[in-house]
């Protein structure tokens, strides 16, 4: 995928996130809480494959073969802080996706946020 064709800028999944923590119909909806954290590992997630295919070499994969390729780049780079920390976010989107005897209360979705922020920090540091 070339990055000039993307017209999308994942971040906006982070953008949507943090509205849907604030919205005043949110505050009690378990469906809205998964949702955020979807939303805020799909950022993250997003944004690396981005900044990674050109440091890589390698076209990103259309299927579900993207979520290991961003997580094989990451450790091609060493940047194993962000490979970790996206880990812990994808088994949050897991347990929230999948897991449906699981509560998930506000704290987590706020924390989901709070660390994708502090990812997509991380790993513009350690991959550009």
Same mark, same amino acid.
């Given at each position: 995928?070339?990055?000039?064709?993307?017209?999308?800028?994942?971040?906006?999944?982070?953008?949507?996130? @943090?509205?849907?923590?604030?919205?005043? @119909?949110?505050?009690?909806? @378990?469906?809205? &809480?998964?949702?955020?954290?979807?939303?805020? &590992?799909?950022?993250?997630?997003?944004?690396?494959?981005?900044?990674? *295919?050109?440091?890589?070499?390698?076209?990103?994969?259309?299927?579900?073969?993207? &979520?290991?390729?961003? *997580?094989?780049?990451?450790?091609?780079?060493?940047?194993?802080?962000?490979?970790?920390?996206?880990?812990?976010?994808?088994?949050?989107?897991?347990?929230?996706? &999948?897991?449906?005897?699981?509560?998930?209360?506000?704290?987590?979705? *706020?924390?989901?946020?709070?660390?994708?922020?502090?990812?997509?920090?991380?790993? *513009?540091? @350690?991959?550009?």
């Amino acid at each position: 995928m070339n990055r000039k064709s993307i017209r999308f800028d994942p971040e906006n999944f982070l953008t949507l996130a @943090e509205l849907l923590i604030d919205a005043k @119909e949110s505050q009690s909806l @378990e469906a809205s &809480y998964r949702t955020i954290i979807n939303r805020s &590992y799909l950022a993250v997630v997003w944004k690396a494959a981005l900044l990674l *295919e050109p440091l890589v070499g390698v076209p990103i994969p259309q299927s579900a073969e993207f &979520y290991r390729f961003v *997580e094989d780049a990451l450790a091609k780079r060493n940047a194993l802080n962000s490979k970790n920390k996206l880990g812990a976010l994808r088994r949050w989107r897991n347990d929230a996706d &999948y897991k449906l005897d699981v509560r998930v209360r506000k704290g987590r979705a *706020e924390y989901a946020i709070s660390t994708a922020k502090d990812v997509l920090t991380l790993i *513009e540091s @350690e991959i550009v």
